[in-house]
């Protein structure tokens, strides 16, 4: 089990941070530990569930692989993380980047800058200061109360894009429901395309 477990780490941190580095052992050998670590201000946690309280603050980057996480506070820096679901009720300052089942960011969360999710089931009423790209294998939906400041890339069997999303969209799905604000434009490949009440789009929309 723990072999299989540290070729999963291994290869969740390649997908979040490209190719392995010379020190790759080492860092697994931390994700691996049962107690955080602290490097500089940078935590490194591995248990079955992690719960950042309200008042709650890390002042660094965090890097993670547990159960499942719900994140209510404030991380000042980047969250990486491999989990079955994260929820996010809190600030992340920096980077989202999280390999997941489920990852739901609530109306009060807030991504600072990218966020970058890959996971079965995504979805984000609150704000990402950043670009956002996006994988999903079901479904990803953004409400009414979600805002992009950056670029958005969706790849999932079945979108929802609600609320505002400044920058430019591309999308590649099976279905694609547009019902919000997109200031930029977009460029969409899907099989089916639908428009709802209160569907605006702000440039051009390429469809194919």
């Not at 990218?114 to 409400?143: K, M």
Request: hydrophobic share 45%.
């Amino acid at each position: 089990m723990k072999t299989i477990r540290r070729a999963l780490l291994v290869l969740a941190v390649v997908v979040l941070f490209g190719a392995p580095a010379p020190g790759m052992a080492s860092f697994v050998d931390w994700l691996e530990a049962d107690e955080p670590v602290e490097l500089g201000g940078t935590q490194v946690i591995s248990r079955d569930r992690l719960r950042l309280g309200e008042a709650e603050t890390v002042p660094g980057d965090v890097y993670a692989t547990v159960g499942s996480a719900t994140m209510n506070g404030r991380v000042i820096g980047d969250l990486s993380i491999l989990t079955g679901q994260l929820d996010v009720k809190g600030t992340i300052d920096g980077d989202l980047n999280v390999v997941a089942q489920k990852v739901a960011l609530a109306d009060e969360g807030r991504v600072g800058d990218d966020a970058r999710i890959f996971a079965i089931d995504v979805t984000l009423f609150g704000e990402v200061g950043g670009d956002a790209l996006i994988s999903a294998a079901n479904r990803v939906d953004l409400s009414e109360d979600t805002i992009v400041t950056g670029a958005l890339a969706v790849s999932a069997p079945r979108v929802v894009l609600r609320g505002r999303i400044e920058g430019p969209v591309r999308v590649t799905a099976g279905l694609v429901e547009i019902n919000g604000t997109l200031a930029r434009g977009a460029t969409i490949e899907c099989d089916t395309l639908k428009f709802g009440p209160f569907a605006q789009v702000e440039g051009d929309l390429v469809y194919d």
